[in-house]
């Protein structure tokens, strides 16, 4: 996932994401670091108060304990418990020696059984070994003071705070997961509604250019068969091709003007309703087919996407007529509201075989508006015809 993104994601929750320490770019070179400390400053102390002699066993043992216990500190990320029990177990060696006494190691071993040790009760049996032996080296090797139990609280505070880093730790990475599975849901979220789009375009160019295309095609043929005897007929048929041209130019400059980036100049043409399914008639009724329609009930306060589904069901209906319905055929276009559905009725008397194909794409996609809107169609042959009947409920809208 991007950085900008995750960053925005999280502070939406209402946290920042934190920025990278040396610590957390380079946690090795970090950790060896820590051991070098460690390791000069243990032996600085014992030197500070004489307890190291270094030509004696004891010393060099001492020395080699030191030296264990700080460079186990190479693994505190990945073994914490281990190595926190590493150095527990020298820095008691060490206890039982007359030379020296104290690692500086255990510090770093208890703040890191608290952030990086990922089972609570190991942890916290991590951290009271250490304040055992906090309490052994304080009440029965020496008389403990106020500096003593000084320490042995900062123990437990070292602790703390590594266990509270750690929980900082795990919230923001819950906080980045959550960011992740959010932009994940984006992004499926942004393809599904490209393909939807997609599919409706591809569903309207369909039934704009097939509409148009075949009256083109029919008024065409029409002006051919007349251009000698009729000019006067032809040029109207001409005229008819022309206008049906520019109308499935409009349409189809209207939907693929979606596809390009807004720029605030060209402004879209609205979707076809009922009030332009007139028009359709008129145009079947120009090539010579006698179409009747008739409208009623309440069908104004019908949304857009309503409207632009009877209009296309209307077309793609008398597209199919004007395909295999053949000449002078009689079509009858009924639009019924009541309450609760709306049905639309789309019914010719010519040779429908053809049309009732199950793989024509016309019928699939006039099935799919259909069911979008949570509707039902059916299109078969009725004896000598065919009909097209689609079911709308008034009252559910599109996903």
């Known amino acids: 996932m991007p950085d900008s993104l995750r960053d925005n994601t999280v502070a939406e929750v209402g946290l920042r994401h934190p920025i990278r320490t040396p610590f957390e770019r380079w946690p090795n070179g970090t950790d060896l670091a820590i051991a070098l400390v460690a390791f000069v400053l243990t032996l600085s102390m014992w030197e500070a108060r004489g307890d190291l002699d270094m030509n004696t066993f004891t010393g060099v043992g001492s020395w080699l304990t030191a030296f264990v216990a700080s460079f186990a500190l190479l693994w505190r990320r990945s073994h914490a418990t281990v190595t926190h029990f590493v150095v527990l ?191 359709l008639v008129e145009q079947i009724r120009g090539v010579g087919h006698n179409v009747t329609l008739e409208q009623t009930g309440d069908l104004n306060t019908l949304s857009a996407r309503h409207q632009l589904t009877i209009y296309r069901l209307v077309q793609e209906a008398l597209t199919n007529v004007l395909k295999h319905a053949g000449e002078g055929v009689n079509v009858t276009v009924v639009i019924e509201s009541d309450a609760d559905a709306v049905d639309v009725h789309v019914r010719d008397d010519g040779d429908g075989s053809s049309a009732s194909l199950p793989g024509g794409h016309g019928i699939i996609g006039m099935r799919e508006r259909v069911e979008l809107l949570g509707g039902t169609l059916t299109a078969e042959s009725t004896g000598g015809g065919f009909t097209v009947h689609a079911s709308l409920p008034r009252n559910r809208k599109a996903p």
């Open 89 to 279: 177990v020298s820095a008691t060696l060490v206890l039982l020696s007359p030379l020296a006494d104290g690692i500086i190691a255990l510090v770093f071993t208890l703040y890191s059984v608290g952030r990086y040790e990922p089972h609570a009760r190991v942890s916290l049996f991590a951290v009271s070994a250490a304040i055992l032996y906090l309490a052994i080296d304080l009440r029965l090797i020496a008389e403990p003071g106020v500096g003593d139990v000084v320490a042995a609280c900062l123990a437990v505070v070292i602790w703390y705070f590594g266990r509270r880093m750690r929980f900082r730790g795990e919230y923001l990475r819950l906080l980045e997961e959550r960011a992740r599975h959010l932009e994940d849901q984006q992004h499926a979220e942004a393809e599904r509604a490209v393909a939807e789009e997609r599919t409706r375009i591809a569903r309207e160019m369909h039934d704009v250019v097939a509409h148009q295309v075949s009256l083109m095609t029919v008024q065409a043929g029409a002006a051919r068969t007349v251009t000698e005897s009729d000019p006067a007929a032809a040029g109207a048929a001409m005229a008819a091709v022309e206008s049906a041209g520019r109308q499935a130019l409009t349409e189809m400059r209207g939907l693929l003007g979606v596809l390009r980036p807004a720029d605030g100049e060209d402004g879209l043409a609205p979707q076809p309703g009922l009030k332009d399914i007139e028009s």
